[in-house]
C-alpha cells in the first residue's frame, strides 16, 4: 500500500509575517510618535531657548546701556577730580602766598608796631621836656619867692594841660591890668627864670614861643572881658621884657601875648572862689611844629621803605 506524501503546512507561515509586518508597522508608529513627540518637545524647548537668547540679549544690551551710563559716570567724576585737584592745587598756591602775605604783614605790623612805639617815645620825650621847661621855671620862682603868698596861695601852679598858671591875685588888682607891687617881684624871678632856660642851646632849639595868655571870669562882656585879658597879657609880657634888657635883647622873639577873655574857665561854677580860679595868666612853651614834623616825616619815611 502506497502511502500518501503530506504537504508542508504553509497556512501558518502568513499570519506570521503579518505579525512581523504589524509588528513592524506599531514599532515604526511608535517611533514616529516619540519622534513627533520628541520633535514638540524640542520646538518647545527651542522656542524656549529662543526666548531665553532674547531675553538674555535684552539683558545684555541694558547691561551694556548700564555699563555705558557708568563709564560716561566716571568719566564725568574723574572730570570733576581733576578739576577739585587742579582748583584744590591752586588754592594750596594761593594759601601759600597768603600766608606768605600774612608774613609779610605780620613783619609790616611789627616794623610799623615798633616805629610808632619810636615815635611815641620821641614825642612823648618833647612833651617831658616841655613839661620840665615849666616845672624848672616854676621851682626857680619858687626857691626865691616860696611857695605860697602871706595869704597862703600858690604862687604858681602846673595846669593838667602843662601851662603854668599865675593867679589873677597876686598881679592885678580886681578889674585891672596895671601890676601890683607884689606881681612885679614874681615877674621879676619869672624873667630871670626864663632867661636861664632859654640859655641853654639844646632847649632853646625846641622851643617857638612862650606865649603869656590872659583869662577873666564870665562876668561882662566878652568884649570887655577879651581887652582885659589882652591887656593884662601884654603888661606882663612888656614888663618882664622892660625888667630885664637881656631876655629881650636875647630873647625878645620868643615872647607872645594872647587873650582868651572867659572862654576857657578852670571852673564852671559860679561862686568867688570860682571867678577867682578863672582869672589867671597862664604861660605856655609851645614847641616847635617843625621838631614834631621831622619826627612824623621820620617814621613815615621809615614806614614807607618797608613797601618799596
Do not use: C
Not at 620840665?132 to 619867692?145: F, G, Q
Not at 607872645?256 to 572862689?273: D, K, N, Q
Request: aromatic share 8%.
Amino acid at each position: 500500500m502506497r502511502r500518501r506524501r503530506s504537504k508542508p503546512i504553509e497556512e501558518n507561515f502568513w499570519p506570521s509575517f503579518t505579525d512581523m509586518i504589524s509588528t513592524i508597522a506599531l514599532v515604526l508608529f511608535f517611533l514616529m510618535l516619540i519622534a513627533y513627540v520628541n520633535n514638540i518637545v524640542t520646538g518647545k524647548d527651542l522656542e524656549y531657548a529662543k526666548k531665553q537668547l532674547v531675553d538674555t540679549e535684552l539683558r545684555l544690551e541694558e547691561s551694556k546701556a548700564e555699563i555705558s551710563q557708568a563709564e560716561k559716570q566716571l568719566r564725568l567724576l574723574k572730570d570733576d577730580l581733576d578739576k577739585t585737584m587742579a582748583e584744590l592745587e591752586i588754592g594750596e598756591i594761593a594759601l601759600k602766598l597768603s600766608e606768605e602775605e600774612i608774613d609779610k604783614q605780620r613783619e609790616i605790623i611789627a616794623d610799623s608796631n615798633q616805629e610808632l612805639g619810636d615815635l611815641r617815645t620821641k614825642l612823648q620825650g618833647i612833651a617831658v621836656l616841655r613839661l620840665e621847661l615849666l616845672k624848672s621855671v616854676k621851682e626857680s620862682i619858687e626857691k626865691s619867692l616860696g611857695t605860697t603868698t602871706a595869704e597862703g596861695e600858690e604862687l604858681v601852679t602846673i595846669a593838667d594841660n602843662g601851662n603854668i598858671v599865675i593867679n589873677e591875685s597876686l598881679v592885678f588888682e580886681f578889674d585891672s591890668y596895671r601890676i601890683k607891687p607884689e606881681g612885679k617881684v614874681l615877674l621879676d624871678k619869672l624873667a630871670d627864670a626864663f632867661e636861664s632856660v632859654l640859655g641853654d642851646d639844646e632847649v632853646r632849639a625846641s622851643i617857638d614861643a612862650i606865649s603869656i595868655q590872659g583869662h577873666t571870669d564870665e562876668r561882662g562882656t566878652a568884649e570887655y572881658n577879651r581887652e582885659l585879658s589882652s591887656k593884662r597879657a601884654y603888661s606882663v609880657v612888656n614888663y618882664m621884657l622892660d625888667v630885664n634888657s637881656s631876655l629881650e635883647t636875647k630873647y625878645g622873639d620868643y615872647f607872645a601875648a594872647s587873650a582868651y577873655s572867659e572862654f576857657r574857665p578852670l571852673s564852671t561854677g559860679t561862686t568867688e572862689e570860682d571867678y577867682s580860679m578863672n582869672r589867671r595868666i597862664e604861660i605856655a612853651v609851645i614847641l616847635k611844629d617843625s621838631n614834631i614834623q621831622n619826627i612824623i616825616d621820620e617814621y613815615l619815611k621809615d614806614s614807607l621803605t618797608i613797601f618799596e
